[in-house]
């Protein structure tokens, strides 16, 4: 693993910053664009991103496998 951390990690880090700022940009931005790009890729996004970030996690553990085998 980098000192980044693992991609896992980076992943649901991304998905966090992009939740603040789009946020933070609901303060400027209230009309029907908004809402529609929303339901049309945020959340669209979100679950994409968990599953990905989830699986990661799993072929990180797998590495790690093997890895610690071929040692």
Known sequence: MSDKGSNSDIMTKALKDLLVHWERAGGAWR???????DKDYL???????????NAAKQIEVLLDRVRSEVT
């Open 31 to 37: 009309d029907k664009a908004r809402v529609e790009f």
């Open 43 to 53: 959340q669209e996004l979100l679950p994409s991103v968990r599953a990905a970030s």
